[in-house]
């Protein structure tokens, strides 16, 4: 299910208009219609935790559905140390910006490799 199939039926199933959910969120009931229509990627994790708290539904499950976290994502950090619920608590407190940063982090490392330096 696309993410704008999804925010758009967590909505309804509370029986909230655009216009509620754009004022208890903060965002602009265009914005959220646009991307209820997949006409807008997923938003930012800032966005899908207010979201999250408008809607009473967990933020990792919106991050999941916005395609941030993968289910895969949490198993794989398993035999690196990460418990899982270790995991969901950092990732529940990240900012946007700390976003930017995982992500640099990620594109640094990922254009180190293909230049053939050690993953270390």
């Excluded at 925010?7 to 965002?27: C, F, K, P, V, Y």
């Excluded at 997949?38 to 938003?43: E, G, S």
């Excluded at 990792?60 to 418990?83: C, N, S, V």
């Excluded at 700390?98 to 270390?120: E, P, T, Y």
Aim: net charge positive; glycine share 4%.
């Amino acid at each position: 299910m696309r993410f704008g199939q999804f925010l758009r039926g967590q909505r309804q199933a509370r029986h909230l208009s655009l216009m509620q959910l754009a004022d208890l969120t903060q965002t602009s009931s265009s914005y959220l219609s646009r991307i209820e229509r997949d006409l807008r990627k997923p938003p930012s994790p800032a966005i899908l935790r207010r979201l999250a708290e408008a809607l009473g539904i967990s933020y990792e499950q919106l991050m999941e559905h916005a395609g941030y976290l993968t289910t895969r994502l949490h198993e794989d950090a398993m035999p690196y140390g990460i418990k899982p619920d270790d995991w969901k608590e950092a990732v529940a407190t990240l900012s946007d910006d700390d976003w930017a940063d995982v992500w640099a982090l990620i594109q640094n490392k990922v254009a180190r490799r293909k230049q053939g330096h050690s993953s270390r």
